[in-house]
């Protein structure tokens, strides 16, 4: 098995002349222009003949049509199955015909020579791709973000039926405008993205020494973001080259080798090749952005306003949709609220301040924000069309980082009226709507995942105690991240 770590999550795998690639990303941008890849791929032609293309999820980052149109159509698609459907519809529009949808913990074949099993997180999925006494655990961005008893399950599951395996694969830093992109008084924004990624490393420490891999590689979180306000989220990322250091001092009963890959490295029977030209500058990455970037960033900042006709369109089109989606915020809730929304690149009047306090919502267009609001949400059209337009267009400002939000009182914290807010300006399906829908779909879904079925019976039965959240409740804890420091998120999560 040969492996050549392309860019981001993508990885070329080539077994006696087949040829896999995961997660291709490795062209152009993600989420409304707003994720970059960095760095670069080197040699993102590569991918152009691959026999399989192998999907963990469908965020923009790993599902990217602009890079799967760099592959040949006759290429063979896998995709996890899940409750939602459109997938082979999808990839038939693109153009490719042979589409599997794999189901959680079967195995599948191919060519006769390499077998693919997925593990279900929920939506994110672990890939184990096997080729002969080799074995690579694609983790991806299945674990780090999940609560410590599913990635103990999961550790579990994997050793039962790979006790040795020789790679894995794995995300090692966050993706969310939460808590990065919400402001307020008593937070340093810097020192808690910080303390946050150092979060998401500890647990690739820890999947890694429980699953004791050969040789193991951090990776799938390779963007960078340039928009001027935000450039600064770069700097809080924590260094690939001192993931190894850590893990050493964290694990030192672990022969692990955590291996500082980038793009155009090669990895064949347990060996690493240095083929990356970027390994020179690994320490001076960040250093080289203003240059290799140069086009990009003066694009970002030459941004036009929009037109008369789009904003007027825009206002009426924000209206319809807040008054549409306004049932997903309990009335108790609903109640507490009115914040504002500015367009910012709308030249007239760009901030929209509803109040729900009243019998029924108001609304009303200003230059400026007015009165006693919750929050202020700052949002492009670009973003917030696409987050309205589609079903799951709100990981734009989700996972892309496209909004920046505004606190003013910690009633919004307590209450979280900045996650419904936010919320309020995407067109996330509704999952029981969606379950109903598609029933014998939900079925088959829940039959073949054990821990997604157990969790239902569970809350069902009033047993929460018994739930085995898919991710970490404490990543979502309002207060705790937006009013408490840095000591109180080190003592909650359990960081040195």
Same mark, same amino acid.
């Given at each position: 098995?040969?492996?050549?770590?392309?860019?981001?999550?993508?990885?070329? $795998?080539?077994v006696? +002349?087949?040829?896999?690639?995961?997660?291709?990303?490795?062209?152009?941008? %993600? =989420?409304?222009?707003?994720?970059?890849?960095?760095?670069?791929?080197?040699?993102?032609?590569?991918i152009?003949?691959?026999?399989?293309v192998?999907?963990?999820?469908?965020?923009?980052?790993? /599902?990217?049509?602009?890079?799967?149109?760099?592959?040949?159509?006759q290429?063979?698609?896998?995709?996890?199955?899940?409750?939602?459907g459109?997938?082979k519809t999808f990839?038939?529009?693109?153009?490719?015909?042979?589409?599997?949808?794999?189901?959680?913990?079967?195995?599948?074949?191919?060519? +006769?020579q390499?077998?693919?099993?997925? /593990?279900?997180?929920?939506?994110?999925?672990?890939?184990?791709?096997?080729s002969?006494?080799t074995?690579?655990?694609?983790?991806? #961005?299945?674990l780090?973000?999940?609560s410590?008893?599913?990635?103990?399950?999961?550790?579990?599951?994997?050793?039962?039926?790979?006790?040795?395996? #020789?790679?894995?694969?794995?995300? =090692? +830093?966050?993706?969310?405008?939460?808590? &990065?992109?919400?402001?307020?008084?008593t937070?340093?924004?810097?020192?808690?993205?910080?303390?946050?990624?150092?979060?998401?490393v500890?647990?690739?420490c820890k999947?890694?020494?429980? /699953?004791?891999?050969?040789?193991a590689?951090?990776?799938?979180?390779?963007?960078? /973001?340039?928009?001027?306000?935000?450039?600064?989220?770069?700097r809080?990322?924590?260094?690939?080259?001192e993931?190894?250091?850590?893990?050493?001092?964290?694990?030192?009963?672990?022969?692990?080798?955590?291996?500082?890959?980038y793009?155009? #490295?090669?990895?064949?029977?347990? &060996?690493?090749?240095k083929?990356?030209?970027?390994?020179?500058?690994?320490?001076?990455?960040?250093?080289?952005?203003?240059n290799d970037?140069?086009?990009?960033i003066?694009?970002?900042?030459?941004?036009?306003?929009?037109?008369?006709?789009?904003?007027?369109?825009?206002? @009426?089109?924000?209206?319809?949709?807040?008054?549409?989606?306004?049932?997903i915020?309990?009335?108790?809730?609903?109640k507490? $609220?009115?914040?504002?929304?500015?367009?910012?690149?709308?030249?007239?009047?760009p901030?929209?301040?509803?109040?729900?306090?009243?019998?029924?919502?108001?609304?009303s267009?200003?230059?400026?924000?007015?009165?006693d609001?919750?929050l202020?949400i700052?949002?492009?059209?670009?973003?917030?069309?696409?987050?309205m337009?589609?079903?799951?267009?709100g990981?734009?400002?989700?996972?892309?980082?496209? %909004?920046?939000?505004?606190?003013?009182?910690?009633?919004?914290?307590?209450?979280? $009226? @900045?996650?419904?807010?936010?919320?309020?300006l995407?067109?996330?399906? &509704?999952t029981?709507?969606?379950l109903?829908?598609?029933?014998?779909?939900?079925a088959?879904?829940?039959?073949?995942?054990?821990?997604?079925?157990?969790n239902? $019976?569970?809350?069902a039965?009033g047993?929460r #105690?018994?739930?085995?959240?898919?991710?970490?409740?404490?990543?979502?804890?309002?207060?705790?991240?937006?009013?408490?420091?840095?000591?109180?998120?080190c003592?909650?999560?359990?960081?040195?």
């Amino acid at each position: 098995m040969k492996i050549t770590y392309i860019s981001h999550a993508t990885l070329l $795998i080539e077994v006696n +002349g087949l040829k896999l690639v995961t997660d291709p990303w490795v062209k152009d941008t %993600a =989420y409304c222009n707003q994720w970059h890849l960095f760095p670069k791929a080197t040699h993102p032609e590569l991918i152009a003949d691959a026999n399989y293309v192998l999907y963990s999820h469908g965020h923009e980052d790993h /599902l990217h049509a602009g890079s799967l149109q760099m592959i040949n159509k006759q290429a063979a698609i896998l995709y996890p199955y899940s409750w939602y459907g459109g997938t082979k519809t999808f990839f038939n529009d693109l153009g490719f015909t042979h589409v599997k949808e794999a189901f959680n913990e079967r195995t599948i074949v191919l060519d +006769g020579q390499v077998k693919v099993t997925y /593990l279900a997180n929920n939506l994110d999925n672990v890939m184990v791709i096997e080729s002969g006494d080799t074995v690579l655990v694609n983790i991806n #961005d299945a674990l780090p973000s999940a609560s410590q008893s599913m990635i103990g399950y999961f550790l579990k599951k994997i050793k039962q039926r790979w006790p040795a395996p #020789d790679y894995v694969f794995s995300s =090692y +830093g966050g993706a969310s405008y939460f808590p &990065n992109t919400v402001h307020f008084e008593t937070k340093d924004d810097e020192e808690i993205a910080q303390t946050r990624e150092r979060f998401f490393v500890n647990n690739f420490c820890k999947i890694v020494a429980g /699953l004791r891999p050969r040789m193991a590689v951090p990776f799938a979180s390779d963007f960078i /973001l340039l928009d001027d306000h935000q450039r600064w989220i770069n700097r809080a990322k924590f260094p690939r080259y001192e993931i190894a250091p850590l893990f050493e001092q964290e694990h030192p009963d672990c022969d692990t080798k955590i291996i500082e890959a980038y793009p155009g #490295d090669v990895f064949e029977g347990c &060996n690493f090749f240095k083929r990356s030209r970027y390994h020179a500058v690994a320490r001076q990455l960040l250093d080289t952005v203003d240059n290799d970037y140069k086009k990009e960033i003066e694009e970002k900042r030459t941004r036009k306003s929009m037109a008369a006709g789009q904003s007027a369109a825009l206002k @009426e089109k924000l209206k319809r949709h807040i008054v549409e989606k306004a049932y997903i915020i309990p009335t108790d809730i609903r109640k507490r $609220i009115r914040f504002a929304v500015r367009v910012t690149d709308m030249p007239d009047d760009p901030v929209l301040t509803i109040d729900f306090r009243g019998e029924t919502p108001t609304f009303s267009w200003q230059q400026q924000p007015q009165g006693d609001i919750n929050l202020l949400i700052d949002v492009g059209s670009q973003v917030l069309n696409h987050s309205m337009d589609h079903e799951w267009g709100g990981d734009a400002i989700i996972i892309g980082y496209g %909004a920046e939000i505004y606190v003013y009182h910690a009633d919004a914290i307590r209450y979280e $009226i @900045e996650n419904y807010c936010v919320r309020l300006l995407s067109r996330y399906p &509704n999952t029981k709507e969606y379950l109903k829908r598609t029933p014998l779909r939900a079925a088959r879904y829940l039959l073949s995942d054990a821990i997604k079925r157990k969790n239902l $019976i569970y809350k069902a039965m009033g047993r929460r #105690d018994k739930v085995i959240d898919h991710s970490d409740p404490v990543l979502s804890e309002r207060d705790l991240w937006l009013n408490k420091g840095k000591c109180a998120v080190c003592k909650a999560c359990n960081l040195k």
